[in-house]
């Protein structure tokens, strides 16, 4: 069990740039979520995968920002044409569906839009 | 929706001597979970401690425990015997036991330990 891994873990862009984040959850693991969490606040839900069917999305994911986990392994998440407000940290988690309720935080992504 | 309020931004704490941290919940639900989470500086976050809501009994683990008042909506973490590895942002957080599957936090409390 190597634990929650995401790539990379600082992202710097100019602003309009694409960008994508990779995680790979524990490999057991069936449930993906994406997190974003801003300077001073606590984290907040972007979205969720069970297997490779994306079933739950905040309204935080405007239509710049695209999650995929095509095969119900790793995942990746999209932010086209970026704008400033869209720095922050990218934090992915995974769980089972046995315990649903511990869901096992990555490190995280920070990115960076000038 | 539901929503949670940490009201202290920063606290502080002497190595060895107990803090309680605050945590105050929104809902309309009965059945829900409750977690403290630790996110140490430019590190991951970790799973401090979970709270079924239907359980009456207060959840332990090693030095840390809560007090759960679930008519008050209320879940405080205590830690005892205070330790330099403890500083860190701690993170209260809710889920739903049926429908959404996003976690839910309050804003954070930065805990500071002296030695």
């Known amino acids: 069990d190597t634990g929650v891994s995401q790539d990379p873990r600082h992202k710097i862009t100019k602003r309009g740039q694409n960008v994508t984040f990779r995680c790979d959850p524990i490999?057991?693991?069936?449930?993906l979520y994406w997190y974003r969490q801003t300077l001073g606040q606590g984290p907040e839900f972007l979205t969720y995968?069970?297997?490779?069917?994306?079933?739950?999305k905040s309204r935080l994911l405007s239509d710049r920002f695209s999650a995929e986990r095509p095969k119900g392994s790793f995942s990746t998440l999209e932010i086209q044409r970026t704008e400033q407000g869209d720095s922050a940290m990218y934090l992915c988690?995974?769980?089972?569906?046995?315990?649903?309720?511990?869901?096992?935080f990555g490190p995280g992504t920070r990115l960076t839009v000038t | 929706a539901q929503t949670v309020t940490q009201s202290q931004p920063e606290m502080s704490v002497q190595e060895a001597e107990t803090v309680t941290l605050s945590c105050t919940y929104d809902?309309?639900?009965?059945?829900?979970?409750l977690f403290w989470y630790k996110q140490p500086p430019s590190r991951q976050m970790i799973l401090v401690i979970r709270?079924?809501?239907?359980?009456?009994q207060n959840a332990t683990e090693n030095r840390f425990s809560v007090n759960f008042q679930k008519a008050a909506k209320s879940f405080s973490l205590k830690i005892s015997d205070s330790q330099l590895g403890d500083a860190a942002m701690y993170f209260c957080?809710?889920?739903?036991?049926?429908?959404?599957?996003?976690?839910?936090f309050g804003k954070g409390t930065k805990l500071t330990v002296n030695p």
């Open positions: 988690a995974s769980s089972s569906d046995g315990t649903r309720y511990e869901q096992y």
């Open positions: 490999s057991e693991h069936n449930r």
């Open positions: 995968f069970q297997n490779e069917a994306q079933l739950e």
């Open positions: 809902t309309s639900e009965s059945d829900y979970y």
């Open positions: 709270q079924e809501a239907y359980k009456q």
């Open positions: 957080a809710y889920l739903t036991q049926g429908g959404s599957e996003k976690l839910v």
